[in-house]
């Protein structure tokens, strides 16, 4: 493996017990002949640089799963995939420069728009695209389908490689706009699971090819000038840069770095410190939940007006043909139904149709507006407009009180008409609609859709898409057997071996000048093109013509063994093995092992992610940024994998040792190889009773040797002693002790109650377990967005030690209602405050880590206070966990000393190696981060300016440790991590 940048070799080769320099809040660990560091926290002369690239105030020395700091997308970004498919939209034109017709993508997650001169390609002349037969220059030549063409053009990013909003996701839509980038997702300002991000982009190409797309965390709209234009361009057409803006500038030109809502700037603005909305800007990215569980849309209308819902406006706003302030502008102040998501002017029946939203509900429904006059073009005016909705009268499905909608006339139950809500009533999920092309043709193959108003995208539990006539009667519908059927009722009876059915349609529907229908699938990220002409509106639909991404997996995983032959050659050169897959899980879980000699075997870092699979980089203080694992293995385990699951043992035996597996517990011997096999362990009571499925964290106790579990679903801990059976096939480990809960069998968080009890030790979603170098025993109640008692307690040493009470039901296993010795976050007898409440503290702590100084390091979830920094405030420092009153009693309600900005989506698993490096797993991001706290002080922002001083009088070595964390350093077991 090639030797780049990282920790010098010099480092690892420290001999146990040789003099070392301890660096308050870094856990760094150096030889006595170690240079020091300057304040700067700039390497010493004759180090190398650290291995990646700068971003955000700081520098990795280690990064695993992305190419760099600025890439955060899941798999490695390709040409061939997408990462949510939002929307697509069509250049309809027929003239012979659009031949064939442009299609594009919204490839959202990856903040870009893909561009494709024909989805297919000419079997006779595989040089030429096509959508259709007659796009091919010979005779009798067929338009084969081809789910890994090359796209022709990307718009929003620099190569196809790339993926981040403006270039840098870690600071999010917070980061500068320029008129190349977009910004499509809202991560993670406003969430942190990007299972949970399920943005619609609702775009459009104008009747001159030029195509407009709603630039959502931009607050603006950009439209880019015939981009396929190649001969005879007038300027700034035939590019990928964005030509022309609205929402941003004074009105009188463009600003393509602004990007705040409402023409202000980020991060000065959010939320309840938005400007005024006014005639010249938009406001499409503060109004949270909105945003990531809905639609964003522009149309453009046959005058070449604009149509823009401006979301968190509550209004629709049209930008005459090449003006940037407002005209018309439509409001919506009166909830429920005040979120619109997109307009589209039909001038053939001459009204305006609204898509309106109620986000709290995932509620949807059209509103039509007729004209209450027009100019002398025909433009229409709707000052003083009355709206309606565009459903039947009967019959009506109450939903919330004094609102009432429904989605047909046909007499059929709720459930089959549309997705169904939390209470069992109909819901019209949609995200986005399209006008019918065929309204009135007199082609007897479009017959059926002749009367047809508006095509709908339903999403979430409908799963179809549905045309409905100006009475809302749904005339046709793709994706299930009937109109009286949503898709998730028909799926089994209608799948069929096509990659490319419709599952779960996003955005808006999309036509080309053929008779096909395109649809994007968002949850299994392709996009499908189906022969309208061919369905009779009923009964299974047909199998698509093809589409686009037949894999499905975000971004085609390399893994996916779903993908075909001719998709992985395509694939090949755009590094897919160095995808993490350690985000799509909660805290897939990540060890550490560092071996007893200088052999690169012996030091590892092992992720496990997504399907059982377990990604290893030997020698990883010396691998480049971005490098794939040295090997996987695959299908070790199943299941969904719970916080912290890995930890590794030392003693004789060298384990990695993990649970959620099948037996309860897996372990495999260190180092790990390429043939690696586990021994699978059983758990059991003294009476060989079977102990199910474990889904927690592990700590082992060198001391003691002995491992404890934590089992979050029961709300306790085990404890097993019997460690010397660890290596044993099949060997039964007995279960000795149970803390948290007063016999083997009960499981109710807090002992029933809504608060932890101060009368002895209770736990509620108790995830991770984590000893200090005293041998006190850390434990995380939480489990992300906030579940559990959200706090971090600490149970002592000797109160560990000192258990003898028996079960009630048992009369060899010990349990433990000991109180704990202290609480983070919550009190010892309270839940923690709430994540969203909190602020200047880990309000939703995820894991925990501990430093050869003593310090605690907390990662945090994000889930709290001022939004506008949480992508920052993540990774949390207490100088001195162990703090105590004069009194001699443990410090209640003790706060962080400081915060260390690294940025991220959420991190999950945090631990420290041998070495000193703090190693962060990014739950969201989908990689694992390394710092050296000693090394870049610039890690250190947040810190206040006393700390900083003595961090850098401490790193140059003119100032002593203080005594109370000169704890002796604990002897070092063969195979053993530092906590």
């Keep these: 493996m090639i030797k780049t940048t990282g920790v010098p070799r010099t480092l690892r080769a420290c001999p146990t017990g040789a003099a070392i320099l301890l660096i308050l809040a870094s856990a760094a660990t150096f030889c006595a002949s170690a240079a ?116 022709a053009l990307v718009f929003g990013q620099p ?38 991000d399920w943005t619609a982009l609702n775009f459009d190409v104008d009747g001159e090819g030029n195509l407009w797309v709603p630039d959502i965390y931009n607050n603006r709209v950009v439209e880019y000038r015939r981009p396929f234009c190649t001969s005879g361009c007038e300027p700034g057409a035939g590019d990928t840069v964005a030509d022309f803006e609205l929402g941003q500038g004074d009105g009188a030109r463009d600003d393509f770095a602004s990007n705040g809502p409402n023409g202000g700037t980020w991060p000065q603005y959010f939320e309840d410190r938005v400007p005024p909305a006014s005639v010249t800007g938009l406001d499409l990215a503060t109004d949270g939940w909105a945003n990531y569980v809905s639609a964003h849309g522009v149309s453009v209308d046959d005058f070449g007006s604009v149509w823009v819902a401006d979301t968190s406006n509550h209004r629709v706003v049209r930008f005459p043909r090449g003006e940037r302030a407002i005209d018309t502008s439509l409001r919506f102040p009166t909830e429920p139904w005040s979120r619109p998501l997109l307009a589209r002017y039909d001038s053939r029946t001459q009204r305006l149709y609204v898509l309106n939203l109620v986000a709290d509900q995932w509620a949807a429904r059209i509103e039509v507006f007729s004209p209450t006059s027009f100019d002398s073009k025909g433009n229409p005016s709707f000052s003083g407009a009355t709206r309606r909705a565009l459903v039947p009268d009967q019959p009506f499905v109450p939903h919330v009180p004094s609102l009432d909608y429904m989605c047909t006339s046909q007499p059929f139950a709720d459930w089959e008409c549309g997705a169904v809500d ?50 809302g009667t749904i005339l046709a519908v793709l994706g299930p057997r009937s109109v009286n059927e949503t898709r998730a009722a028909a ?44 369905y009779a509106g009923s009964g299974c639909p047909p199998d698509p013509i093809g589409g686009l991404f037949p894999g ?14 001719a998709l992985q050659a395509a694939l090949a050169g755009y590094q897919p093995a160095i995808d993490m897959q350690v985000g799509e899980t909660p805290g897939a879980g990540m060890a550490v092992y560092n071996g007893p000699d200088d052999d690169p075997r012996e030091e590892q870092l092992i992720v496990l992610g997504n399907g059982g699979r377990v990604k290893v980089w030997n020698d990883y203080t010396h691998t480049p940024p971005g490098a794939p694992p040295t090997f996987v293995l695959e299908g070790v385990a199943t299941g ?70 934590a089992d979050p679903y029961h709300n306790r801990i085990l404890r097993v002693s019997n460690v010397s059976d660890f290596a044993t096939p099949g060997q039964a480990l007995t279960v000795d002790a149970v803390i948290g809960q007063s016999d083997t069998t009960n499981s109710s968080p807090n002992h029933g109650a809504a608060t932890p009890q101060s009368d002895g030790l209770s736990m509620w979603v108790n995830n991770e377990l984590k000893f200090d170098g005293q041998g006190n025993l850390f434990v995380v109640e939480n489990d992300y967005e906030g579940h559990g008692n959200v706090r971090i307690v600490m149970l002592a040493r000797a109160d560990l030690d000192g258990v003898t009470t028996r079960c009630a039901d048992s009369t060899t296993v010990l349990c433990a209602l000991i ?31 501990f430093d050869r100084a003593g310090e ?49 989506g959420a991190p999950g698993e945090v631990t420290f190696d041998s070495h000193g490096l703090l190693l962060i797993q990014d739950h969201t991001w989908d990689r694992v981060l390394g710092i050296d706290l000693a090394r870049d002080g610039s890690w250190l922002a947040n810190a206040s300016r006393r700390v900083r001083r003595h961090l850098a009088a401490s790193s140059s070595g003119r100032a002593a440790v203080s005594a109370r964390h000169r704890a002796p350093e604990p002897p070092r077991t063969i195979g053993s991590s530092v906590h």
């Design 36 to 151: 020091a560091l300057d304040p700067a926290g700039s390497p010493p002369e004759g180090e190398p640089s650290p291995a990646s690239p700068g971003c955000f105030g700081g520098r990795f020395y280690l990064l695993f799963g992305q190419r760099d700091c600025t890439q955060t997308q899941r798999n490695a970004t390709t040409p061939f995939g997408v990462d949510h498919a939002s929307g697509v939209a069509v250049d309809r034109r027929t003239s012979a420069d659009n031949r064939p017709a442009k299609v594009y993508v919204a490839d959202r997650g990856n903040n870009r728009i893909l561009g494709y001169d024909g989805i297919g390609y000419c079997r006779k002349s595989p040089s030429n695209g096509c959508n259709d037969p007659a796009d091919c220059p010979l005779a009798s030549d067929a338009c084969v389908m081809d789910g890994t063409r090359m796209p």
């Design 159 to 196: 190569d196809f490689t790339s993926g981040a909003c403006n270039g840098d996701d870690n600071v999010g839509f917070g980061g500068a706009a320029r008129p190349d980038t977009l910004c499509l997702t809202g991560q993670p300002y406003f969430t942190n699971n990007r299972a949970e």
């Design 422 to 471: 939390w209470q069992g009533q109909y819901v019209m999920a949609a995200t986005g609609f399209a006008l019918n092309p065929y309204l009135g043709s007199s082609d007897p193959r479009f017959a059926r859709y002749a009367s047809g108003i508006v095509w709908i995208n339903e999403t979430m539990a409908a799963h179809r898409t549905t045309l409905l006539d100006p009475q």
């Design 491 to 534: 799926y089994f009876q209608c799948a069929s071996d096509s990659p490319f059915q419709p599952f779960t349609p996003m955005g808006s529907p999309a036509f080309d000048p053929y008779d096909h229908i395109l649809t994007a699938d968002e949850e299994n990220h392709r996009v499908a093109s189906h022969e309208l002409s061919a």
């Design 552 to 565: 499905t997996d975000a971004n085609v995983s390399s893994n996916d063994e779903r993908g075909s032959s």
């Design 640 to 709: 969904i994998f719970g916080q912290a699951n890995l930890v590794t043992a030392g003693g004789s035996s060298n384990l990695l040792l993990w649970t959620n597996s099948e037996p309860p517990l897996a372990a495999y011997p260190l180092p790990l190889t390429e043939s690696s096999s586990p021994v699978g362990l059983h758990l059991e009571w003294n009476d060989q009773t079977p102990i199910g499925p474990i889904r927690g964290g592990l700590a082992y106790d060198e001391g003691k040797a002995r491992l404890y579990l």
């Design 819 to 849: 109180p704990a010795a202290k609480a983070f976050v919550g009190a010892l007898d309270e839940a923690g405050p709430g994540a969203f409440e909190t602020v200047g503290e880990p309000g939703s702590p995820i894991s925990v880590a």
């Design 856 to 904: 605690m390091v907390v990662s945090n979830d994000g889930y709290y206070g001022d939004w506008s920094e949480r992508p920052w405030r993540q990774i949390w420092i207490y100088r001195d966990p162990l703090r105590r009153d004069p009194d001699g009693r443990y410090t209640t309600g003790q706060k962080p000393d400081f915060s260390v900005a690294v940025p991220m």
